[in-house]
């Protein structure tokens, strides 16, 4: 792929050609599409793990290919029917029509089941607990340790959970809408993004490049974060041909990105300081832009503040334990572009190449020149601190935005080498090449795409859509598709709420310390401790609880353990919901027994699903 760039004394940067229409066309196409998208599975009520239904989303991207490269090929010449539109609306057009593609495979494979992608435990258990959470309230709080504020960015469960309010839905139930919409989403507003500073198709493909390197749908916020954050550096902290944002419209942004994701800002914190240093540098008014930038931080802070606020001082004034980067990944030492052998892994290398090819000339290659080396610098001295002392620090998430950085620059790069390799030749590219090339590029995304969304029809091994599939509901009900042989594990949550309704209250959120997490993913119950200790917040001060909890687990005289699980440092127990294992009742590696809860302070229900018994303070105190 090297071969194929300039040399940087002949490379020409391409700049978006002034006011466009691609935009507003993007947006205009995606609206109405994407309600056909949504429409479309049960227009034709496929089973999404047959031939019929797997082709469902493929047709219809070929389908559109076929209407769509007659209509560039026209665009692109000279002189064109006046109902055509320019090859820049039309990138605008197709970009919207992605969007909505992205949109319809992702409706395709959760046709039928209500659940998102994966099982409803670990990490998309405690999204659906903050959720959860926030349907019923818009305090800003971790739905799993009681008393403190939520560490993880709070802002897409925010949205999920007051969205459930408003339809009168649970929340659990709409987290595969909020990643369907977030996916899509996220081509459409990289593209708009990307047009300030690239030509309309250069802005497509780069969409789509930076989606197909990064697309876990559990992961749908990642993957908008990314797409939006790489472009918003770009116009933020440097000063590309376009010129950078105003800086209210750059704050929002950060500050949106701040509340829906904060690995960017983590992961890439060298090369954003490389990256500032290296545009102060070169700034002609030094004082300008330092106050442009001071006005984009204030107004980030001012948009993230109901949820950085809380979190920093309860960690200025209560400390934290960080437990959470004990988590260690298999897969940590992989990085791009050299994982593989695939054509993903041959656009990252030219990403790679191009930065230091295109630094002295091409406007967007120092800058991401910078995040490169950052990404890398940071894998690098977290690595080595984790091989010391055993904390990650979350090294191995660099591949979720090292990656669609170096696609991106992939694309960037193949776009300012072709005409000057075609000028270095002497002859003019062939007439087509450019959409061809489009063509292709969507092609393979749309392609690998599906394949990686759709569930597989090996129940015994399913992927994360086949899983949302053989989720039980939290009744005991199945979904339409389930294949009854291969169901997981569900979690019996109408039983225990009905098991502690009868103290608590039908409406009652208590805290309650529960065995399995998957508890809060159905109700709104505030939790005490979460069962993972490496996903637990640092302000939540695991440890502590957990000590705290192994004393409890000792005081043996029942009046003695009423009183003392009512004045727990971090608040009172109302419901403990543990693993019967007849003489003990389990939490975690903690024993409790059958005699600690008396008849007179607990009411306790054994012989739930699953092995649960359920007792619940008579007199809740929370």
């Known amino acids: 792929m090297a071969v194929a760039l300039a040399k940087p004394e002949t490379a020409r940067t391409p700049r978006p050609a002034g006011p466009s229409r691609a935009g507003p066309a993007a947006v205009a196409t995606w609206i109405p599409a994407s309600v056909i998208a949504v429409m479309l599975p049960g227009w034709t009520d496929l089973d999404p793990f047959g031939v019929r239904g797997a082709?469902?989303?493929?047709?219809?991207?070929?389908?559109?290919?076929?209407?769509?490269?007659?209509l560039a090929l026209t665009a692109g010449r000279t002189v064109r029917p006046r109902l055509v539109p320019s090859a820049d609306t039309l990138s605008g057009?197709?970009?919207g029509l992605f969007g909505a593609w992205v949109l319809l495979a992702l409706r395709t494979a959760l046709y039928g089941t209500p659940y998102g992608f994966g099982p409803l435990e670990g990490d998309m258990g405690r999204m659906s607990a903050m959720a959860v959470h926030y349907s019923v309230s818009w305090e800003n709080a971790d739905p799993l340790a009681v008393g403190v504020p939520s560490e993880y960015p709070p802002l897409q469960p925010l949205l999920i959970g007051r969205a459930a309010a408003l339809l009168g839905r649970d929340a659990w139930r709409l987290l595969g809408a909020a990643e369907m919409l977030m996916l899509s989403g996220a081509v459409v507003l990289s593209f708009l993004l990307w047009r300030r500073l690239v030509s309309g198709p250069v802005a497509l493909a780069v969409s789509a490049a930076g989606l197909l390197a990064f697309h876990a749908p559990a992961k749908a916020f990642v993957v908008l974060t990314i797409a939006v954050f790489v472009p918003w550096v770009l116009q933020t902290l440097w000063e590309p041909p376009a010129?950078?944002?105003?800086?209210?419209?750059?704050?929002?942004?950060?500050g949106l990105v701040l509340c829906t994701y904060l690995g960017p800002f983590m992961l890439s914190a060298f090369g954003l300081l490389a990256l500032a240093a290296t545009a102060l540098r070169r700034s002609g008014d030094v004082r300008a832009h330092l106050l442009h930038a001071g006005k984009v931080v204030l107004v980030a802070v001012a948009v993230s503040g109901w949820y950085l606020v809380p979190y920093v001082l309860t960690l200025l004034t209560g400390g934290g334990q960080t437990v959470s980067d004990l988590y260690e990944d298999i897969g940590a030492p992989a990085l791009p572009p050299l994982t593989d052998v695939s054509v993903m892994s041959a656009l990252q290398l030219a990403g790679l190449a191009g930065t230091v090819w295109y630094r002295r000339t091409a406007w967007w290659a120092l800058p991401m020149l910078c995040l490169v080396a950052g990404l890398y610098l940071y894998w690098a001295v977290m690595a080595a601190r984790y091989v010391l002392t055993g904390h990650t620090m979350f090294f191995h998430y660099v591949p979720r935005v090292l990656g669609p950085v170096l696609a991106i620059c992939g694309v960037l790069a193949l776009a300012q080498a072709a005409p000057a390799l075609a000028r270095r030749l002497g002859r003019p590219a062939p007439r087509g090449l450019g959409t061809a090339a489009a063509a292709l590029l969507l092609a393979w995304c749309g392609l690998a795409l599906g394949r990686s969304w759709l569930p597989n029809a090996d129940r015994a091994a399913?992927?994360?859509?086949?899983v949302a599939h053989q989720q039980p509901f939290p009744d005991g009900r199945l979904p339409r598709f389930a294949a009854p042989g291969h169901m997981l594990h569900g979690f019996p949550a109408a039983r225990v709420a009905r098991a502690a309704a009868g103290t608590t209250g039908a409406q009652a959120r208590p805290v309650t310390l529960s065995c399995d997490e998957r508890l809060f993913a159905f109700l709104p119950w505030r939790g005490y401790l979460?069962?993972?200790?490496?996903?637990?917040?640092?302000v939540a001060r695991w440890n502590d609880r957990y000590a705290e909890l192994a004393r409890l687990a000792a005081v043996t005289?029942?009046?003695?353990?009423?009183?003392?699980s009512a004045a727990l440092r971090h608040g009172p127990i109302d419901v403990f919901v543990l693993w019967d294992e007849g003489e003990v009742w389990s939490w975690k590696d903690l024993d409790f027994r059958p005699g600690q809860f008396g008849e007179a302070e607990f009411s306790v229900t054994r012989g739930l699903p699953g092995g649960l018994v359920v007792a619940a303070r008579r007199t809740p105190l929370s």
Not at 55 to 70: E, F, I, M, Q, T
């Open 557 to 564: 005289v029942p009046e003695e353990f009423a009183r003392r």
């Open 462 to 466: 399913p992927n994360s859509a086949a």
């Open 243 to 254: 010129g950078r944002l105003h800086w209210a419209a750059s704050g929002i942004v950060g």
């Open 55 to 70: 082709l469902l989303p493929v047709a219809a991207g070929a389908l559109l290919l076929v209407l769509l490269v007659p």
């Open 93 to 95: 057009v197709a970009a």
């Open 530 to 538: 979460a069962v993972d200790r490496t996903a637990a917040g640092g």
